[in-house]
């Protein structure tokens, strides 16, 4: 069983060679009433890099986010959407695992990633409203949501090791 926490529509599309932006997605995946698209060709880099410097220091998430996206909601839809599948790799490895080992087992961490996710999706969204540094709401929501995916996605591998 799949379970990711951005449903397809929500995520870029590729259109005629470009990445188009579903924000009506962002806006319903970040919680947000209104999602102002900001186009920046030449500063885009340089603010992409000042605001993901500390989320994505390792570089773990493959894609080039920032040049392949138009706007920021792009760059943040992207970097949450490789985040969702670094989780989702990590949970049916070991849930393909756990099912041929322990049918209880794979039912239990099944029922364990979905309430994980709605953990997320109501943590994330009171970030992005309390807000403490500042940040444009819809960062704090990214922040928050590729922070929980790398300490999942941790969580799943090292549970994955002891099969």
């Known amino acids: 069983m799949r379970i990711l926490r951005l449903q397809p529509a929500q995520l870029p599309v590729k259109k005629s060679g470009s990445l188009i932006s579903n924000e009506e997605g962002m806006l319903k995946a970040f919680g947000h009433d209104r999602l102002t698209r900001i186009t920046m060709k030449k500063t885009l880099p340089s603010i992409v890099i000042a605001i993901t410097g500390s989320m994505f220091a390792s570089s773990a998430l493959g894609n080039d986010c920032e040049s392949h996206s138009a706007s920021m909601a792009e760059v943040r839809c992207c970097i949450v959407a490789e985040s969702d599948r670094a989780v989702e790799a990590s949970y049916t490895k070991l849930y393909s695992r756990m099912k041929a080992r322990n049918e209880k087992a794979a039912v239990l961490l099944q029922e ?52």
């Not at 970030?127 to 969580?155: K, L």
């Open 112 to 163: 364990a990633q979905a309430a994980w996710l709605e953990f997320v999706d109501k943590s994330c969204a009171f970030q992005a409203e309390f807000n403490p540094d500042g940040m444009i709401p819809a960062d704090a929501a990214a922040n928050c949501r590729v922070d929980f995916g790398r300490a999942r996605t941790r969580v799943l591998t090292s549970w994955g090791t002891h099969l």
